[in-house]
């Protein structure tokens, strides 16, 4: 047992020093939405993410309080336990679903199987609305394109619900976002947003270690902003679309677990490293030192998993 210990720290100190090498040597900047799908396409045309995330390339809910769970079930938890938090599970077969950020599809997949929902998932990244589509059996009530969060191309109130995971950070505009998912839905429809978000800098600015720290998450997944759970709530409401207030919650406890789990995927299933070659290894390592300073700026209060829900007046 101690022998099985040493050897998981040795592995995880060498992926942490070869992974902080390419990681500081090649940032991934925000430049443009192309930069996004870029880094999207990529992700999705090598495997390597879908290899140890699965279908769903978001954190999981692992209970309240957390408890050990497996990392794949944890994901598709999250998708459950969000239709619940969002009180969609009520909603009739057919309800028209826009799935913003889609991914390669998985959390589309569940709304329209267990749900019965009609679902259309847009993504900016190409690859990652054909692998969609393969996943996808046929006669699916799941659809995907590709398309701008920024300027969406569907008409006013074209939707029952507006579904978004984890697809903020990537927006520039935060404002013109919340435009947009209020814009498409129904009078009466449901917004339900998770999220990535830091703590508002405006109640207690950020300090001299944050700082960088903010700046190294922002740069290396190609984010251009993180907002505040209280900022985007304001976003909302600010549109003029939004009946009553908007509903808000912090999940962080219940999807903290994530960090780690990825970083476990690496050591639990080593086959990635035959599969994958050294290029796949390297890829892989690349993202460790981003995962431990997401487990630490979520784990230390820099950063919020923010829930927001609103209806459209």
């Not at 009530?141 to 969060?149: G, L, S, T």
């Not at 508002?200 to 960088?212: G, T």
Request: aromatic share 12%; with cysteine.
């Amino acid at each position: 047992m101690f022998n099985l210990v040493l050897i998981t720290l040795a592995v995880l100190l060498f992926a942490l020093f070869f992974g902080l090498a390419i990681y500081l040597f090649f940032p991934r900047k925000y430049q443009s939405t192309d930069s996004v799908a870029n880094s999207y396409d990529d992700w999705t045309n090598d495997g390597i993410l879908e290899f140890y995330w699965g279908e769903h390339i978001h954190l999981g809910h692992y209970g309240s309080p957390p408890q050990r769970k497996d990392f794949l079930k944890a994901k598709e938890d999250f998708v459950h336990e969000m239709v619940r938090w969002g009180g969609l599970e009520g909603l009739p077969a057919g309800t028209t679903v826009l799935d913003v950020g889609c991914g390669i599809g998985g959390s589309s997949r569940i709304l329209a199987q267990d749900y019965g929902f009609a679902v259309t998932g847009v993504t900016i990244s190409p690859q990652q609305v054909k692998r969609a589509q393969e996943l996808t059996p046929p006669g699916l009530m799941a659809q995907f394109q590709v398309d701008d969060a920024l300027a969406l191309s569907f008409p006013d109130g074209s939707f029952d619900v507006v579904w978004s995971i984890e697809a903020g950070p990537h927006m520039s505009d935060k404002a013109l976002f919340a435009q947009e998912l209020l814009r498409v839905l129904k009078p009466g429809g449901i917004l339900v947003v998770a999220d990535w978000n830091q703590r508002d800098d405006r109640q207690k600015p950020l300090n001299f270690w944050e700082k960088p720290v903010m700046q190294q998450l922002l740069d290396q997944w190609a984010h251009p902003a993180f907002a505040s759970i209280e900022g985007f709530a304001e976003d909302l409401a600010a549109t003029g679309l939004v009946a009553g207030e908007v509903t808000t919650t912090d999940w962080t406890p219940q999807t903290l677990p994530s960090w780690l789990d990825s970083i476990w995927q690496g050591v639990a299933r080593p086959e990635g490293i035959i599969r994958f070659g050294v290029t796949g290894l390297l890829k892989s390592l690349r993202e460790v030192p981003t995962l431990l300073l997401m487990r630490l700026a979520f784990g230390a209060g820099l950063c919020r998993f923010g829930m927001f829900r609103a209806v459209r007046e």
